[in-house]
């Protein structure tokens, strides 16, 4: 294993990028390989230093955040920690409930535009995300609009299920 030290100084947080490479659009900096791969390195970096380095990473966030990264970024933005796939495993999402049958029908006609979200696979995903929402939150109620609010989190973690329904519980808590 190798180990790096914990980034403190806002000098080590861009190593090598010109200052003229940052004030350009972030389309075009995303089409850069370099300006990528320092990224993400430096994303990788405070990611394992996480939480310690949460407020460094909301700093990095704001000037943007590489596609491969996104989801762990997210995560980490949210404070997401613990051993999230166990407690969405103990979450019984295959118990008929009074919610089925509008979850059954808004799936299949949302997201048709993304082959990922439009997939019998992420279709499965849905339901059983959005069943999961349902049993932990039971005083509210399942709302046409809320596999809206589950479809990036679902896309960024498609496969890793229980990153989606608790980044979605976050959401919820700021509320």
Not at 20 to 43: C, G
Not at 84 to 113: A, G, N, S
Not at 130 to 154: E, I, N, R, T
């Amino acid at each position: 294993a190798v180990f790096f030290p914990l980034l403190e100084s806002d000098r080590s947080l861009q190593p090598n990028l010109s200052q003229e490479l940052l004030n350009l659009p972030m389309v075009i900096r995303e089409r850069n390989i370099d300006y990528q791969v320092q990224r993400l390195i430096l994303f990788h970096r405070l990611l394992e230093g996480y939480p310690h380095t949460r407020d460094k990473i909301v700093e990095q966030a704001r000037l943007d955040i590489p596609p491969p990264v996104r989801a762990h970024v997210w995560a980490a933005l949210l404070n997401v920690r613990g051993d999230i796939q166990t407690v969405y495993e103990r979450i019984d999402k295959d118990t008929e409930t009074k919610t089925d049958r509008q979850i059954e029908v808004d799936i299949p006609r949302c997201h048709q535009y993304d082959a990922l979200l439009a997939s019998p696979e992420g279709h499965l995903k849905f339901k059983r995300v959005l069943k999961a929402w349902c049993v932990s939150h039971p005083g509210l109620v399942y709302w046409q609009g809320l596999d809206s609010l589950s479809a990036s989190f679902l896309w960024l973690n498609f496969n890793n299920e229980g990153k989606t329904h608790l980044l979605k519980l976050f959401v919820f808590l700021d509320f």
